[in-house]
């Protein structure tokens, strides 16, 4: 970890400012990782004489590890002082959860236990239903979203109103079992600090200062949350990109970072210099954003910079087989570099998966199975591996699932170990995804998963619903693979990590290929003022040496002007290769 004297002029300026609330706008690739630390660690000696801990949140797990591991270092670096420490580094889910809602949430929500996160496929659920007038939907997918003093509740993908009298009752009595959504939790800590005031001045007093990263992501529940600490006298700071903002979902649309300057005593920072990219993608980063930042790397002396290519349909193998000659060419080691898309579906179409297999528990292991296969995601793989085991479980056991997750004790430690051991062996364990889905791979899912189901009844006294051989069925699977073989004429051709923006959403990558069709491209060459082009800007400033947009072959004549435009150049097919590593 860098010294102070080591950061940038901007950088330092940012670190180095009085104990106020800020407001950081910060280009791709500037450092905000670095200079948040640093800025953290300033603020802590700044208040070596006072009590409280200053919180310095996030809204990923791997950017909070970043965090800890870089605080860490750098106070071994600087040898420490007395209160280095006295800081907490978390998410912001995280932060209000183990702050707020598991110590005191059961008050609230009426319940005898300590309040507990459902995934929201467990068993028990099925009786939490709210009605939107017309149908009846599960608990999971209903949204509590500010509105003023209120809440409005939604349902669905079409997010349709539901009336608030419906929304609570169910909310309410799976808040009397001690249960709650992800999507809920905010909902019940919102409601926490505005019914238990006490424990709102109790946090301000040991959190007067929070920093927030990644501060476009912040939703308006999120924000309203902050708003209610800063009310009571915390001094928030928050850095961030709007430009990167790719949650509008969520109801993170970056207009809280945007107009935070505007607050009376807040003090504004840019950060515009960026330490990732080359000239070349950093030009087109700017032309997208409307933006004047700098490139602080020179271009390499191999082939580099921003291409695009074509592609047709059904033909995905042979846009990534010209993507590994460009690699190849530029002298990019494969494994660092990926293939991004817009979605979840596009990303299973361009790693050879068929997602669209099984039904219920049956599709939930052949999800983990595509995502250890072709994703790569053995963390996700797993993940999807217990859901599909906590829906095997009979209805009093829903708390099983936080606990195959999240292990608190020895006996889920040990069920955590034979489940892991389930997902990575495909020789006697979760099959492969290269067998035939109904007459090879499902025989032998449900010959393995009666033996797992065993040993975690006999010697974990896990008890499975009677109706086990009906939910592990091979309806709606076909006589092929789960994961297909590629084309013959790209067989040679590595698998590259296949995913999406949002999972990549803060690497840096050496090559990216951002696959995109029409639709994709044309919100991508019209800017970040809508959510799709700002997708399509954080999957161009992943990339450090060479970026890579696959678009439909059928769009080409009416693109390509403007691609060349915005500083794209048609990558030739012709490009020469050397050996692959």
Partial sequence: MRVMEDLSPEQRKVAELPLVPLSVTACAGSGKTLT????????????????????????????????????????????????????????????????????????????????????????????????????????????????????????????????????????????????????????????ILREQPDILRALVRRYPHVLVDEAQDISTEHQAILEILVSKGCQLSLIGDVNQGIYDFSGADGKFLHEYHRTAGVTARRLTVNYRSIPAIVKVANTLAGTNDTAHNEAPKDFSGAHFITFKKGEEDKAIAEFASLCDHARINFKDAAIVCRSVDWSETWSGADSNQGQGVVRTFAKAVLLRERQRRMGDAYNSCCVAIAGLLTDDQHDCLAYMKRPLDEQFRGIRRLIWGFVRDSDTGLPSGSLKALTEWHPLLLDRCKRLLHVLSQDFGLTFCPTVGQRLAKRALKDRPLVTAPDLAAAHVPRFRVTTVHKVKGESISAVLYAADKKHVRALLNGTEAELGRIGYVAVTRARDLLVLAIPETAVKELEADLMTVGFQRASTKVPSTATR
């Fill in 36 to 191: 948040s630390i640093h800025r953290l660690a300033a603020m802590r000696r700044n208040l070596d004489d006072e009590h409280g801990l200053i919180a310095l949140l996030s809204f990923s797990n791997v950017a909070v590890d970043t965090f800890r591991a870089g605080y860490h270092d750098l106070m071994r670096a600087e040898g420490g002082h007395r209160r280095s420490m006295a800081v907490e580094i978390d998410t912001v889910d995280g932060f209000i959860t183990s702050n707020v809602l598991r110590p005191h949430g059961h008050r609230t929500m009426k319940a005898s236990r300590t309040p507990l996160l459902v995934e929201g496929r467990e068993a028990f659920l099925s009786s939490f239903k709210v009605y939107d007038g017309a149908i009846s939907h599960p608990i999971r997918d209903l949204r509590a979203r500010v509105n003023g003093p209120n809440f409005r509740f939604e349902v669905g993908r079409g997010s349709k109103p539901v009336l608030a009298a419906n929304a609570r009752a169910t909310i309410e009595r799976l808040g009397r079992s001690g249960a709650y959504t992800h999507d809920l939790g905010r909902y019940w800590v919102l409601r």
